[in-house]
């Protein structure tokens, strides 16, 4: 009896506790809807969401967080709070390489909460027009894996489109064989994204060695077309996709490497203030002549910018010539970095800034 009215006592405290969340939540939401009212009295037109504030906020949870909560949590509830208040100031729509289930739509709600509208396109280059045209508001596409590199037709598209980059986000991939049949001995032909094939490509090689391997354009895709196969079919993709399409998990974690991670862009038509902790993403061509790569970095490595990443892809302008992705520490609007940058574009025959973005908060 004693026990139980002390259990009553606690929980009552829970309410209390949830009752003014609530209220709070509330008031945070009007301020926001206040915000977005000053805002179109000022003829801004545009969408609301601002990456660098939100950026800026997540850190700030984070760094105040005391506990028992881990700071990461507490962050995570942070987002869908304001997820749900830009929603209530205007929706936000967000392109991603679909169908339904992909690995892109999980790392679209890990950025942007779960009060966007999410569209589902079919190819990175289709993620890339929705947001050129204004069909979308941002894109998110994959750009880099830890166990197989960059993803090309994505940073392809960068050399031809006007689009910025406006964030990054991270995700641990962990991939699961999903079909209809009853044991892999059935299984003759696999579906995936071929990113996922090759991250899977020991696994492949051990269990189902004799298998057809077919790529399509992502691994959603795969499952739903395994969905209206037969059994002998099976598709690499996430556990999520598994109830979307009605499908059986036949194999979990396939992945070769336990920390398989990759890195996807947030893709937009702004700029993005500083928030503290940022990254620019450079694309350059070099002029013809000796040591004409070494005159690119000098001035970074001359002004103390650290290079996180270079990437050399074809410009498609001439044969043999090439054009690279360079991200590095800092935002354009830091002088040091605005100074390298302004040296770094004398050297190269092509000079084009594709962003400055947030770091990763989450």
Known sequence: MKEQKALEQVRQQIDDIDQQI???????TAIAQEVARIKIENGEKTDFYRPDRE???LRKVMERNQGPLAAKEVARLFREIMSACLAAEKPLQVAYLGPEGSFTQ??????FGGSVELQPVSTIANVFRAVETEHACYG???V????EGVVSHTLDRFISSPLKINGEVTLPIHHYLLGKAESLEQVTHVYAHPQALAQCRQW???QLPNAELIPLNSNSEAARRVAEMGVNTAAIAASTAAEIYGLTVLAHNIEDESDNTTRFLIIGRQDVGPSGVDKTALLVATKNKPGALQSLLT?????????TRIESRPSRKGIWEYVFFIDIEGHIGDASVAEALNRLEQESSMFRILGSYPKAVL
């Open 144 to 147: 880099e894996n830890s166990t």
């Open 204 to 206: 492949l090689g051990d």
């Open 299 to 307: 001035p970074l490595a001359q002004s103390g910018i650290s290079m």
């Open 55 to 57: 950026a800026m906020v």
């Open 140 to 142: 998110v596409v994959p």
């Open 22 to 28: 609530q209220q709070l939540l509330n008031q945070r």
């Open 106 to 111: 999980a790392a679209a709600q890990k950025h």
